[in-house]
């Protein structure tokens, strides 16, 4: 049993603010755009400037007396008081020694500019490779000295195991307990891993347990109201069951993932029910639905994923209903469970948002093409894709509980972030979550030759070059990664690649075990890497011996993204650290981000464009390729927005009935 004092430490957060609108909102990007001004950067450098040179004063001491000097650094840290940022100094130059006799990496100015930024609240945006791992390393140190809950959120479970692990010396070295949290372990693990000073995990199982902690709970999340009704009423029964000790400290890696690109879907806990009806509707459903025409019985809007029926479409329904008993009489239903599986045929598709494993739907994350288990679609989508895919139906699920990615990390009391691409997303990022971003310089010159796009009037067309440009690269003995945005796509580029008798390694959903071990050697020579969206990050590429004189890592992109900063990160696998690389992106005007962001006139005058005058159309199709992601992560932010909305709105229900969401 856990006191009512240990109860209230355990499930404390902040209260986010409410997001700001009109001209209040337009004031507030101002003052965004003021932390982040060119003068903090300039006072970044500065300072840690000042930590390096205070690190002499560390090198020859003893490791006794180093250890020493941390611990008395940890306790001040620890009390807190007026004088607690006046040790950071000194503190980081320790730190920063202890790191380099116990890991092996003397952290550099920039890093120490990162780690600064990362203490003070900033999302810190650091070029692929330039070393946030031990970044974060350094600034969860401070953060762990206070024995309140550091939680580093990264991106996958190999990343959260790897790390600690990687860094435990450090750790160990400075007096941190670290642990981690993963989707296999019991609760009995995850509390103590929750336990430790410094936690490392992904944001689904961070976000998950919270949930299920407030589930335990029941009554009241706001830890004031609870202790106060415990006090009221000893003899009312503790649940003793939670994981978690309360949210404080968030560092978060890949933060434009995380924060930006996950958060147009809410985390669900949901425990199946029973609904051997909607089993069988689903089945009809798909029934009527397989005869129906695109563009005759109804009509397909890409770019918002909704399906109209026609005219012919509904009278085509109506007469394949009239025998049927039930809701299938009533036009609104029916007509509901026909556009589901309609949906289900034109927006999910084997390969890109899906892959079947061992007779189940295995979905796949569309940012960073790894499988995601124990996932599902809500509203019967799932069940509908079943059917298509004529599987057997899983039970439907009921939430029981729902929290948005935005509204989560904004309950931190400290947060702060690094990633590879950040700046396009600063305007949302200071809005959302308070957090300006700043651009941390290389520790090396950037020498990466960033070639213009090839375009091409037809998908065909591009595959061919694409494999052409392959073999000579090859021929040359260059490492070569090659990004697709679909298992499907890397595959029918597996077999064109194969055809050619070029070997390769092939990473995708399906095939992801040995990831890791992958891209680490993706930059030996002659070595032919294809790898599903950001499959691989957070995990360096370092180029075989040989390999930079023949001109280092070439990165071909066979699509421009939704957003640009997924264009970013994969150039960014070449010329890490002074390196030298070159990336290149082939498109077509049938890519997947045209046809469903451009109308089809504009699509069609560039088609003929290309096939007339090939050479001068460049211009005009970058021009075209850029006019598509802007509508693309303008429609993103929409969606986003839609979310946060959906959060006031349940905030403001549930404040009502006497809960908190």
Request: aromatic share 6%; charged share 30%.
């Amino acid at each position: 049993m856990i006191t009512p004092s240990e109860l209230y430490s355990r499930t404390a957060f902040r209260k986010p603010e409410r997001l700001l609108k009109g001209l209040d909102a337009k004031v507030n990007g101002v003052i965004g755009r003021y932390h982040r001004r060119r003068k903090v950067l300039d006072t970044l450098r500065r300072d840690a400037d000042g930590v390096d040179r205070q690190t002499g004063d560390y090198s020859e001491l003893s490791d006794h007396v180093l250890r020493e000097r941390l611990r008395e650094f940890r306790e001040k840290l620890r009390r807190g008081g007026r004088d607690q940022e006046s040790i950071v100094f000194p503190a980081l130059a320790a730190i920063r020694e202890a790191a380099d006799r116990r890991v092996g990496l003397r952290a550099f100015p920039v890093q120490l500019m990162g780690a600064l930024a990362l203490h003070r609240g900033f999302l810190v945006e650091m070029a692929t490779g330039e070393g946030k791992t031990l970044t974060a390393g350094l600034a969860a140190v401070l953060a762990g000295w206070t024995r309140k809950p550091c939680h580093v959120i990264t991106v996958n479970d190999y990343l959260v195991q790897r790390d600690p692990e990687w860094l435990n010396g450090l750790y160990e070295f400075c007096s941190v307990k670290v642990g981690h949290v993963i989707g296999q372990m019991s609760p009995e693990e995850r509390k103590a891993g929750y336990e430790c000073d410094v936690t490392y995990s992904t944001s689904k199982e961070v976000v998950a347990d919270f949930l299920r902690d407030g589930l335990q709970i029941k009554e009241s999340r706001n830890p004031c109201r609870r202790l106060i009704r415990q006090m009221l009423s000893p003899n009312r029964s503790v649940p003793d069951g939670l994981v978690m000790r309360g949210l404080h400290t968030a560092i978060v890696d890949e933060a434009d993932s995380v924060l930006i690109d996950e958060a147009v879907v809410p985390l669900i806990i949901a425990t199946p029910r029973k609904n051997e009806a909607l089993q069988e509707v689903i089945q009809i459903a798909d029934g009527i639905a397989q005869p129906l025409e695109s563009g005759v019985d109804y009509r397909v809007d890409a770019r918002y994923k909704e399906i109209e029926l026609t005219g012919p479409g509904l009278n085509r329904i109506e007469g394949a209903c009239s025998t049927l008993p039930g809701l299938w009489r009533g036009n609104q239903r029916r007509t509901e469970l026909i556009k589901q599986a309609l949906m289900a045929r034109e927006f999910y598709q084997s390969g890109r948002q899906y892959v079947l494993a061992e007779d189940r739907i295995l979905i796949i994350d569309e940012f960073t093409g790894r499988p995601m288990p124990q996932r599902s679609w809500r509203q019967g989508i799932h069940q509908a894709i079943e059917a298509k895919e004529k599987l057997p139906l899983t039970d439907p699920t009921e939430t029981v509980a729902r929290l948005s990615f935005q509204r989560f990390f904004r309950l931190y009391y400290r947060l702060s972030g690094m990633t590879g691409t950040a700046r396009e997303a600063a305007g949302e990022l200071w809005q959302i979550y308070r957090l300006p971003v700043i651009s941390i310089p290389t520790n090396r010159p950037c020498v990466r030759r960033e070639l213009p796009d090839r375009v091409y009037s037809s998908e065909q067309s591009k595959w061919r070059a694409i494999v052409e440009e392959v073999r000579a690269i090859h021929q040359a003995g260059r490492p070569i990664l090659i990004g697709t945005r679909s298992v499907a796509v890397s595959e029918k580029l597996a077999e064109s690649l194969n055809a050619e008798g070029l070997s390769f390694s092939l990473l995708n959903a399906v095939r992801h075990q040995e990831e890791a071990v992958i891209i680490r050697e993706a930059g030996a020579r002659g070595r032919i890497t294809i790898a599903t969206n950001m499959a691989g990050r957070g995990t360096d590429i370092v180029l075989g011996d040989g390999v930079a004189e023949l001109g280092g890592l070439h990165v071909i992109a066979t699509e421009r993204h939704e957003s640009k900063r997924v264009d970013r990160q994969l150039f960014g696998r070449a010329a890490r650290q002074g390196d030298p690389g070159s990336a290149q992106a082939f498109v077509s005007v049938e890519d997947e981000l045209l046809r469903r962001y451009l109308p089809g006139s504009i699509r069609r005058f560039l088609a003929r464009r290309l096939t007339q005058r090939p050479g001068s159309s460049q211009t005009f199709a970058a021009a075209v390729y850029a006019m598509a992601q802007r509508t693309s992560q303008r429609e993103a932010f929409r969606r986003r927005r839609e979310v946060l909305k959906m959060d006031d709105w349940l905030g403001e229900a549930l404040s009502f009935a006497g809960t908190e969401a």
